[in-house]
Nanobody, 125 residues
Framework: VQLQASGGGLVQAGGSLRLSCAVS????????MGWFRQAPGKEREFVAA????????YYADSVKGRFTISRDNALNTVYLQMNSLKPEDTAVYYC???????????????????WGKGTQVTVSS
């Protein structure tokens, strides 16, 4: 599958953004999808994931209660709704796919089947 993330931008602290990840290819519904981010000088880190079946979700502690991941299998798209944004959320955000795995397993950054190009999110204070 090929992934394309979009929706990033510049927002003030406390604001909101919604990222989208469009997926091309077959069998989107068999892929668990995740969002990751990488800030300058830091390693890529897990943000959120949604499972391929049942829609179970899993979040990093740093975004729990502020971010919501969802998917629309009819549109082959996964979303990340980001509310109450903080300057420390500033990063390049990436979507990734891994076939038939759990949402929790996506927290291990390695092992993804496919990565999209990132989209920049900048939160000003």
């Amino acid at each position: 599958v090929q992934l394309q993330a979009s929706g990033g931008g510049l927002v003030q602290a406390g604001g909101s953004l919604r990222l989208s990840c469009a997926v091309s290819g077959r069998a989107f519904s068999s892929y668990t999808m995740g969002w990751f981010r990488q800030a300058p000088g830091k390693e890529r880190e897990f943000v959120a994931a949604i499972s391929w079946i049942g829609g179970s979700t899993y979040y990093a502690d740093s975004v729990k209660g502020r971010f919501t991941i969802s998917r629309d299998n009819a549109l082959n798209t996964v979303y990340l709704q980001m509310n109450s944004l903080k300057p420390e959320d500033t990063a390049v955000y990436y979507c990734a796919a891994r076939r038939i795995t759990t949402a929790q397993a996506m927290a291990l950054v390695d092992g993804m089947d496919s990565w999209g190009k990132g989209t920049q999110v900048t939160v000003s204070s």
